[in-house]
C-alpha cells in the first residue's frame, strides 16, 4: 500500500476507502480466531467436566464405604451357589433362615462386584496413566479370583480431583480409615416401594370413583320423589 496521499478529495476517499477494508479485514480475522477459540475452549471444558463427574461417580463407587467387608468378591453367580450347595451338604442340619441369609449375600457381593467392575472400565477409559495402571491390576485380581481391595485407587483417585477441584490437599495429620466399595441397594426393594406408592395412589383414585359412582344415585332418588309428588 501507498503513503496515504490526501492532496484531494478523490485521493482522500480512496485512502479512507482502503484503510476501512484493511481495518475490516483484521478485525473479521480476529473475531473468527476469537470464535475459534472459544469453541474449543468450551469443548475442552465440556471433555473436562465428563471426566470429572465419571471419575466422581468411580470414586464413590469404589470408596463409598468405610466398614464391613470393603473387599470385591470375584465369584460369580454359579460358583456361589456351588459354595453354597457345598456348605448345606456339610452342615445338613442347616435352617431356611441361614440359607436366605447366604443368597442375600451372594447377591449383594455380585451387585458389588459388577458396579466395581462397570467403575474400573470407566477409569480406564478416562484415568490418569497412575489410575489406568491400578485399575489394570485390580482388574487382574478379579480375573484371577482373587479377592481384590480399592483403597489405594481411591486414594489416587480422591487426590487427582481435590486437585483438579482447585481445592487443598488432604491433610497428612489425618488418619482416614481405609475404603471400600458402596453396598448398592437392591432393585427389588425400590420396585416394592414404587409399587407401594402406586397401590396406594389407586386406593385414592378408587375411592374418588366410587364417590363420584354414587352422584348418580343421589339423581335418581330426587327424580323419584319428584314423580312421587307428582302422582299425587
Same mark, same amino acid.
Given at each position: ?5 490526501? +492532496?484531494?478529495?478523490? %485521493?482522500?476517499?480512496? @485512502? ?37 463427574? @465419571?471419575?466422581? $461417580? ?12 470393603? %473387599? ?10 456351588? $459354595? ?19 443368597? @442375600?449375600? +451372594? ?7 459388577? =458396579?466395581?467392575?462397570? $467403575?474400573?472400565?470407566?477409569?480406564? #477409559? #478416562? ?7 491400578? =485399575? ?19 486414594? %489416587? ?6 486437585? =483438579? ?5 488432604? *491433610? ?8 471400600? *466399595?458402596?453396598? @448398592?441397594?437392591? %432393585? ?14 389407586? $386406593? ?12 348418580? #344415585? ?15
Amino acid at each position: 500500500m501507498h503513503n496515504p496521499d490526501f +492532496s484531494s478529495w478523490h %485521493s482522500f476517499l480512496i @485512502t479512507m476507502i482502503g484503510l476501512s477494508l484493511i481495518t475490516l479485514i483484521g478485525v473479521g480475522i480476529r473475531l473468527l480466531m476469537m470464535v475459534a477459540i472459544q469453541q474449543r475452549r468450551e469443548r475442552m471444558n465440556r471433555q473436562i467436566n465428563e471426566r470429572l463427574r @465419571t471419575l466422581i $461417580a468411580a470414586y464413590r463407587t469404589l470408596g463409598g464405604s468405610f466398614t464391613g467387608d470393603l %473387599s470385591v468378591d470375584p465369584r460369580h453367580r454359579r460358583e456361589i451357589r456351588t $459354595a453354597i450347595q457345598a456348605q448345606d451338604l456339610s452342615f445338613p442340619n442347616m435352617d431356611d433362615g441361614m440359607d436366605v441369609i447366604s443368597a @442375600t449375600g +451372594s447377591e449383594r457381593a455380585r451387585r458389588i462386584r459388577d =458396579a466395581v467392575e462397570a $467403575a474400573l472400565s470407566d477409569i480406564i #477409559l #478416562l484415568g490418569t496413566e497412575e489410575h489406568v495402571r491400578l =485399575a489394570e491390576h485390580a482388574a487382574r485380581e478379579l480375573v484371577s479370583g482373587q479377592r481384590m481391595h480399592t483403597h489405594d485407587l481411591v486414594v %489416587s483417585l480422591r487426590n487427582f480431583i481435590r486437585k =483438579a477441584l482447585d481445592l487443598e490437599p488432604v *491433610p497428612s495429620d489425618l488418619a482416614i480409615p481405609m475404603q471400600g *466399595p458402596a453396598r @448398592t441397594q437392591a %432393585s427389588g426393594s425400590r420396585g416394592k416401594e414404587e409399587g407401594k406408592k402406586e397401590g396406594s395412589g389407586n $386406593a385414592g383414585g378408587g375411592g374418588g370413583m366410587q364417590s363420584g359412582g354414587d352422584m348418580p #344415585l343421589t339423581d335418581e332418588t330426587h327424580m323419584e320423589g319428584h314423580e312421587n309428588t307428582s302422582a299425587h
